[in-house]
T-cell receptor
Framework: AQSVTQLDSHVSVSEGTPVLLRCNYS??????LFWYVQHPNKGLQLLLK??????LVKGINGFEAEFKKSETSFHLTKPSAHMSDAAEYFC?????????????FGTGTRLQVTL | DGGITQSPKYLFRKEGQNVTLSCEQN?????MYWYRQDPGQGLRLIYY???????QKGDIAEGYSVSREKKESFPLTVTSAQKNPTAFYLC????????????FGDGTRLSIL
């Protein structure tokens, strides 16, 4: 079985400073990993995905994430935060192919961006 | 534009009443999902369907029912047996295999009157 842990439930940064949202995963196979963003009263929007190609993945809105197998991590970063980045972020790990199982969602990290 | 449409945006339920949440997609995706989201929590899977006329229970199916008569539609009924239905409900769909991301609608917020 797979699991995912988002290490911070809440992160606060100033506008223009870097963003780091941490995600660790556990699985007995090579999973795919995603980051989603959710703004208030909205659905989840896919930011980026890792599917066993390049380990550094670039997504939308200037976000990127690096898959580190040795550290079982998939941290999300952005060089410079914008007020519009304030939202909830979810790290997600896929099931093993062929098991017809379900996605595993982290509990989310709320990003606050201050002036 | 292709996407997932959930309606209504807000829904109120009286005691003893069943309510149905609509989910329609024009992405031609085979798989569809229903999730429940409570404040400060992640998403919990209610039901999913990988093909028309077939669906499986997720982690919290009690008090809910679904149907999948058409590829593009996957309605969720919250029955009176669901004693704590107040939550944000999200519908999603997916193309391809289990290692592909899901696409989400904008959700329905259900409250008790």
């Amino acid at each position: 079985a797979q699991s995912v842990t988002q290490l911070d439930s809440h992160v606060s940064v100033s506008e223009g400073t870097p963003v780091l949202l941490r995600c660790n995963y556990s699985s007995s196979y090579s999973p795919s990993l995603f980051w989603y963003v959710q703004h208030p009263n909205k659905g989840l929007q896919l930011l980026l995905k890792y599917t066993s190609a390049a380990t550094l993945v670039k997504g939308i809105n200037g976000f990127e994430a690096e898959f580190k197998k040795s550290e079982t991590s998939f941290h999300l970063t952005k060089p410079s935060a914008h007020m519009s980045d304030a939202a909830e972020y979810f790290c997600v790990v896929t099931p093993q192919l062929g098991t017809a199982s379900k996605l595993t969602f982290g509990t989310g990290t709320r990003l606050q961006v201050t002036l | 534009d292709g996407g997932i449409t959930q309606s209504p945006k807000y829904l109120f339920r009286k005691e003893g009443q069943n309510v149905t949440l609509s989910c329609e997609q024009n992405l031609n995706h085979d798989a569809m999902y229903w999730y429940r989201q409570d404040p400060g929590q992640g998403l919990r899977l209610i039901y999913y369907s990988q093909i028309v006329n077939d669906f499986q229970k997720g982690d919290i199916a009690e008090g809910y029912s679904v149907s999948r008569e058409k590829k593009e539609s996957f309605p969720l009924t919250v029955t009176s047996a669901q004693k704590n239905p107040t939550a944000f409900y999200l519908c999603a769909s997916r193309a391809g295999g289990d290692n592909q991301p899901q696409h989400f609608g904008d959700g329905t917020r259900l409250s008790i009157l």
